[in-house]
T-cell receptor, first 113, second 115 residues
């Protein structure tokens, strides 16, 4: 069965610090990979996605993620976080043609001003 | 254009009552998903629809949960004989395609409280 693991459950950073959130998935075939963000009181929004091609993908608000197939990983990064990045971040995987989108447990990011 | 719409936005019900949660997907979206998000936890997959058929119902927690979809339109998630552990935010999402998902668009969710 597909599964997604996010290693960091709660991250606290100061503004301007660099961010890396881990995401690993279990599925040996072709995958589509996503990072979603949920700001306080708002609905889930797509941050970035990977389907194929360049394994380094750039998303909105300065976020990027790197797909490393050999490690089954899709870690999210941002060089310098802002207070407004405080939110919950979810990694999600769509494996093959299953039509199923599986989410990780989420990481709560708190950025201190 | 309109996004994914869920109703009601909040629902308080007494233990043992039945509830119906509604999701209106983005027009033309083939796939529709239901998730449950308990307080402080991630998104728990419940069921997804490809058109009006449900290829995967594996996430439904018990036989008290059921869902249906009319064509490629509205979906209803029904919880019978609600229990306190059913309290959660129920999220609906839709996607233009099934199979390989290009993007899922989420609604605001229905916050269900069972008292």
């Amino acid at each position: 069965a597909q599964s997604v693991s996010q290693h960091n459950h709660h991250v606290i950073l100061s503004e301007a610090a660099s961010l890396e959130l881990g995401c690993n998935y279990s599925y040996g075939g072709t995958v589509n990979l996503f990072w979603y963000v949920q700001y306080p009181g708002q609905h889930l929004q797509l941050l970035l996605k990977y389907f194929s091609g360049d394994p380094l993908v750039k998303g909105i608000k300065g976020f990027e993620a790197e797909f490393i197939k050999s490690k089954f990983s899709f870690n999210l990064r941002k060089p310098s976080v802002q207070w407004s990045d405080t939110a919950e971040y979810f990694c999600a995987v769509n494996a093959g043609n299953t039509g199923k989108l599986i989410f990780g447990q989420g990481t709560t990011l708190q950025v201190k001003p | 254009g309109a996004g994914v719409s869920q109703s009601p936005s909040n629902k308080v019900t007494e233990k043992g009552k039945d509830v119906e949660l509604r999701c209106d997907p983005i027009s033309g979206h083939t796939a529709l998903y239901w998730y449950r998000q308990r307080l402080g936890q991630g998104l728990e997959f419940l069921i997804y629809f490809q058109g009006n058929s449900a290829p995967d119902k594996s996430g439904l927690p018990s036989d008290r949960f059921s869902a249906e979809r009319t064509g490629e339109s509205v979906s209803t998630l029904t919880i019978q004989r609600t229990q306190q552990e059913d309290s959660a935010v129920y999220l609906c999402a839709s996607s233009p395609t099934g199979g390989r998902i290009t993007e899922a668009f989420f609604g605001q969710g229905t916050r269900l409280t069972v008292v």
